[in-house]
């Protein structure tokens, strides 16, 4: 798949679940749920022990599967994940070198943002989607209403706290996708198999 072609699936999906646990069986097994129940797409955190090698195994083993890569905060990072096999990158700030490093690389990247203008500078460098994060911490869905009021062109993706009973207040809100970790894969679930 193209960039172009990842970055409407994205789109289309909606939901991008994120993995983050404490060992790579855990995240490898949360993985086959989510995408066994229909969500073809899995941000891979960088705080999973061996990350790297769990995005390779999916790139290589789930070719149909949108495995990304999350909570990057560096470029060598996002190199070492395109190296890998991820199909975007992502991460909790701003850091304009990674967005500008995905731009260089034709990849989809959507940095973590939390104010207007860092919102301004993320779509500015290149950004394909702006992830406001933590997004229920300052408002939840009426924190994306306002952001979409002045920015109605740019796809925002709510993420951080985003929860079952939330989910469609992002969405009328504006939220072109979610972000959800712990709410939609639960460690404890995932623990006991």
Known sequence: MNKEAIRTRIEQIGIIPAIRFSSAADALFAVEAVSDSGIPIAEVTMTIPGAIEVISTLARDK???????????DVETARRCLDAGAKFLTSPGLDTQIVE????????????????SEVMTAW?????????????????????????????DIPLIAS??????????????????????????????????
């Open 124 to 152: 500015k460098a290149g950004s394909d989607f702006v992830k406001v994060f933590p997004c229920s911490l300052l408002g939840g869905a009426s924190y994306i209403k306002a952001l979409k009021s002045p920015f109605p």
């Open 101 to 116: 490093f995905a731009v260089k690389h034709d990849v989809v990247v959507f940095p973590g943002v939390l104010t207007p």
């Open 63 to 73: 070719p149909d599967l949108i495995v990304g890569s999350g909570s990057i905060v």
């Open 160 to 193: 951080g706290g985003v929860t079952q009973q939330t989910a469609a207040d992002f969405i009328l809100a504006g939220a072109a996708g979610l972000g959800i970790g712990r709410d939609l894969v639960n460690p404890e679930a995932v623990h006991r198999r």
